[in-house]
T-cell receptor
Framework: SQKIEQNSEALNIQEGKTATLTCNYT??????LQWYRQDPGRGPVFLLL?????KEKRKERLKVTFDTTLKQSLFHITASQPADSATYLC???????????FGPGTRLSVLP | GAVVSQHPSWVICKSGTSVKIECRSL??????MFWYRQFPKQSLMLMAT?????????EQGVEKDKFLINHASLTLSTLTVTSAHPEDSSFYIC???????????FGPGTRLTVT
């Protein structure tokens, strides 16, 4: 069956450390994978996209990797800050973006 | 990106009544909009894809007669939950497809509580 999982429901880290979130999927063949941030009671906000033929993407303190062999993406936030505390969702873009499947999310708490 | 609004931001209704939720693309002509539902501590579940001027495409398991979608213009899509029941209580979020196929901009969501 098709499945998309994120490594943990919640993750606590100390301010200044690097947060690493994992997204795994089975029985999907996404053209690309996206990461979103969602704050409580709000809609998701797009952060980064990585294509199937890309290994790594960076944007300021964010880094995403994509391994289509392992069917896994890693999302890193370096020098984390309390303001980074939120739920992070990965999403698979299927059929070249005709529809999207979201992971359950990881709730990140950055402790001062 | 596109700026997307939703109205209302929250609504409480009685069981058996119908509720309409609006999704507006404020600065972008959206030919495609998506409607999602999110239960507490769960991820977004795509309910339907709405294309301007044509019938919406519903995901498997979503009742099209219960969740009526109208995308009559390039800036407005509406979701009507008909004969709402407590199990329909959820967070409903719309999104707009951007210029590139993979771009998607979300509204702030509407919290529906059915009593």
């Amino acid at each position: 069956s098709q499945k998309i999982e994120q490594n943990s429901e919640a993750l606590n880290i100390q301010e200044g450390k690097t947060a690493t979130l994992t997204c795994n999927y089975t029985n999907y063949s996404p053209a690309y994978l996206q990461w979103y941030r969602q704050d409580p009671g709000r809609g998701p906000v797009f952060l980064l996209l990585i294509r199937e033929n890309e290994k790594e993407k960076r944007k300021e303190r964010l880094k995403v990797t994509f391994d289509t062999t392992l069917k896994q993406s890693l999302f890193h936030i370096t020098a984390s800050q309390p303001a980074d505390s939120a739920t992070y969702l990965c999403a698979l873009a299927l059929n070249y973006g005709q529809n999207f499947v979201f992971g359950p999310g990881t709730r990140l708490s950055v402790l001062p | 990106g596109a700026v997307v609004s939703q109205h209302p931001s929250w609504v409480i209704c009685k069981s058996g009544t119908s509720v309409k939720i609006e999704c507006r693309s404020l600065d972008f002509q959206a030919t495609t909009m998506f409607w999602y539902r999110q239960f507490p501590k769960q991820s977004l579940m795509l309910m339907a894809t709405s294309n301007e001027g044509s019938k919406a495409t519903y995901e498997q398991g979503v009742e099209k007669d219960k969740f009526l979608i109208n995308h009559a213009s390039l800036t407005l899509s509406t979701l009507t939950v008909t004969s709402a029941h407590p199990e329909d209580s959820s967070f409903y979020i719309c999104s707009v497809r951007g210029r590139a196929t993979y771009e998607q901009y979300f509204g702030p969501g509407t919290r529906l509580t059915v009593t």
